[in-house]
């Protein structure tokens, strides 16, 4: 059935060893796997630091048992300081936003996936690629590492505003240190991501096998290369951010630091800088980041639905060229961050406009979905479940987002938990659905045994409702003027809203909690799970052609060859209601016949 | 949507249309054939350079808007002559340039069986890469020129912007030299092939045309 050419060569020699094999591996398999593993770590360290504050939000003086071990001087007896309130935030932010929603949906399974639905045997860098992995492994250990210097970590917010971000320990506890190494860690970061950018753009361009042109290419693979042209664009430009933000800390230069500063009743020696400028090129990267975080996710979402409706969507090229837009108009947004700011009005006109317009792309990809599985037989999996929890979370965190893009109401709700909650749902929920669903689809190819399906739905489920429970209320609490940032709420007018923050806190546990199925159902199945068959769910894609788990070299030193688009479905073929990429079988549409 | 699978043509030599067309609206090709392409991509490393290229030309635009800003945000802006080294500097980029192209045909032509280029096929590989340390050397002269005019990093924003686009831009020709240091290398072990030499070059190139941009920027903006 599935037909295949010679190799010229392969593309690196079988690893021998436990270090080439699973440590410093050169095989994109091996690397995915690694930068899932870092994901997971990742969040469950940003979910753990969440539990904190918002314990802290609820029971504002309430010890919290063990957190004097993390820090005595930030939590002396338990008990939490708004600057180590401040400071947890921060990192919480950081780690989810660079280690979980870059990490995962798109270095993580794109890592993994994308060599092999291109039918190549890796990426065209191999050492590029494991260095891509160690580099960001390095920046995440630089990263946590402000845990433990002598102020603590910083407190400027995952946006790290200047001047508070450029001036130094004078502006108090994790402003020395503890900045710096937030840069330092980001700056490395980038340096990773640019190098994983530039493999995955050169395996679509240069390393798809023989027969499959772009347009055969499936969704993910798309998804994937539209985000890496976003990542290499925008992570470009966070790097220079983050040079000269250590210099500022560290050298006395007057980027991001203006004249007359007085800090703590002292003047400060810097000159003539623009704080604005920090945020210039900060959100130059950072709207783009939602896309980088998001767009992975659509095409996760969109692959998984399609394979369980056996049918095509109703149009997989509106869904690409929509993805494309969305990566365009990511970099004409930005400013909508900065409304508040000193902008010019008209800036601000200038930029709502591309804000409202972006909702167009999105709203297709949205109606594309939902018109598709408009009576369509979906098969009900963890994964389906997942990737229509993706569509829910996507639209509810979407419609808010309508409301932002409006200067005159941004200037009400800018700084509240209406924004808390529009973009924890657009872009964090959602993605960490699309990271679950692609979880639940591809474990099986990834470790050669199935996941326990009821405790997948049981996940969802839970999962599902408990995002909502958390969530949805941040929206009312924005609109009852309950500004962010803040550590606590007991003499003033926010104090009626506590019982709001108490529910969402117990949500925010219980939810965590939940997780745990889905770790159990993870390590379990991983070793005694069933044994995966070559193709669980009755898969088009290459990645289905091979043996569960793949073996080194992918597709055997030799190259697949394709001759179909990628979905397939709905048809008679001679192995079901599929034809696979690479399957030479002759279909033709009834529709030709006639 | 319902559709019908045939056997696969009995023909050996089946017929592969140069462009494959797809979509969901055209499953079936018109002549019966199954769509295939033989020339389906071009060797690994001819795109990589190209977005590498791409992934530095962001990052000197942000450094670039970032200069304009941060003139325009005050008026502590102050402006130097530039230090004359790097007049001479340029002048060794660029030749650097001329002896790498050079090289890189030499190198072609003993790869074709030219007989004339047994003895040597990298001498001007390596004549690129001294005059490629030259120009880095040259940059740290401009750099003690500067220091000895009482500019350093912090005392201007005009020089710290000097400073910075320097030495990035240094950085980036170190790759660069790393990138000749193993082109060489792999000459020297007939493991050499053409596109990753090509692909040295191109970014060899670049780095003259960044140069030139850099020096511009900083001579209407110092």
Sequence with gaps: ?594 | MATTVHEPPKSENRNFPSIGHSGNGGWAPADGTLRAVEDYSPPPSSSAIWVGVAAICMSFAAFTSALIVREGSSTDWRHFALPSMLYVDTLVLLASSVTLEIGRRRVAAFMAGSRSEEASPARWLYVTLFLGLVFVVGQYVAWMQLKAQGLYLATNPSSSFFYVLTAAHALHVLGGLGGLVRAIRKLSESALRRSTLNATSYYWHFMGVLWLYLLLLLWTKL
């Design chain 1, 1 to 594: 059935m599935h037909d295949m050419s010679a190799h010229a060569a392969p593309h690196h020699a079988p690893p021998e060893g436990f270090i080439k094999n699973h440590v410093f591996s050169l095989d994109h398999k091996v690397i995915g796997k690694q930068y899932y593993t870092l994901a997971l770590v990742a969040v469950f360290i940003g979910m753990v630091l969440s539990w904190f504050m918002r314990i802290h939000l609820a029971w504002t003086n309430a010890a919290i048992p063990g957190l004097q071990l993390l820090s005595p001087a930030g939590a002396p007896n338990g008990l939490m300081t708004p600057e180590y309130y401040l400071e947890l935030m921060t990192m919480h932010g950081t780690i989810m936003v660079f280690f979980v929603l870059t990490t995962a949906p798109f270095a993580g399974f794109g890592n993994y996936f994308l060599p092999i639905q291109v039918g190549a045997e890796d990426m065209p860098f191999p050492h590029f690629n494991m260095m891509s992995f160690w580099i960001t492994l390095t920046a995440f250990c630089v990263l946590i590492s402000a845990f433990f210097v002598g102020d603590g970590p910083p407190l400027a917010g995952w946006t790290a505003y200047a001047p508070l971000s450029a001036v130094g320990s004078i502006a108090g506890p994790g402003e020395g240190t503890g900045q710096v190494l937030w840069a330092t860690a980001i700056g490395i970061f980038c340096i990773g991501q640019l190098l994983g950018s530039l493999n995955f753009i050169s395996t679509v361009l240069d390393m798809r096998t023989k027969g499959m042109t772009l347009m055969r290419l499936p969704i993910t693979a798309w998804a994937w290369f539209i985000t890496s042209c976003i990542g290499l664009t925008a992570f470009a430009v966070l790097l220079p951010a983050c040079i000269l933000l250590i210099l500022d800390h560290v050298a006395g230069t007057s980027f991001f630091i203006a004249s007359g500063l007085v800090v703590n009743d002292k003047l400060l020696p810097h000159s003539g800088g623009s704080t604005l400028l920090w945020q210039h090129l900060f959100w130059f990267f950072g709207h783009p980041e939602v896309y980088i975080a998001i767009v992975p996710g659509m095409g996760i979402v969109t692959h998984v639905l399609i394979t369980n409706m056996r049918r095509p969507m109703l149009s997989i090229k509106a869904i690409l060229y929509s993805m494309w837009a969305l990566a365009f108009l990511s970099y004409m947004v930005y400013g909508h961050h900065m409304f508040v700011s000193g902008m010019n009005p008209f800036s601000s006109l200038a930029f709502s406009f591309p804000t409202l317009l972006i909702t167009i792309p999105s709203t297709v990809v949205v109606l594309i979905w939902i018109g598709s599985l408009y009576g369509s037989k979906l098969r009900i999996n963890a994964a389906s479940l997942f990737a229509l929890g993706f569509i829910s979370m996507f639209v509810s965190g979407g419609v808010s987002g309508f409301f932002l893009a409006q200067p005159s109401i941004d200037i009400m709700l800018h700084a509240t938990y209406f924004v808390v909650g529009h973009f924890h749902m657009v872009m964090g929920v959602a993605a960490l659905f699309g990271i679950f669903s692609g979880t639940y689809f591809w474990f099986p190819k990834m470790t050669g045994h199935m996941m326990n399906e009821t405790w997948g739905k049981v996940h969802f489920w839970l999962t599902f409702i408990g995002t909502y429970a958390i969530f949805m209320p941040f929206h009312y609490l924005g609109m009852a003027g309950n500004v962010r940032r803040y550590s606590a709420f007991t003499d003033d007018y926010l104090v009626p809203l506590i019982p709001v923050h108490k529910f969402i806190t117990i949500a925010a546990l219980c939810t965590g909690a939940v997780q745990l199925i889905f770790i159990f159902n993870l390590i379990y199945s991983r070793f005694k799970g069933p044994k995966a068959p070559d193709n669980p769910w009755e898969c088009t894609s290459l990645e289905w052609t091979m043996p569960s788990p793949p073996p080194w070299n992918n597709f055997g030193g030799k190259d697949p060859i394709v001759y179909h688009d990628a979905y397939q479905y709905g048809i008679e073929g001679s192995s079901g209601d599929y034809v696979m990429q690479d399957s030479h079988e002759q279909i033709q549409t009834v529709r030709d016949e006639k």
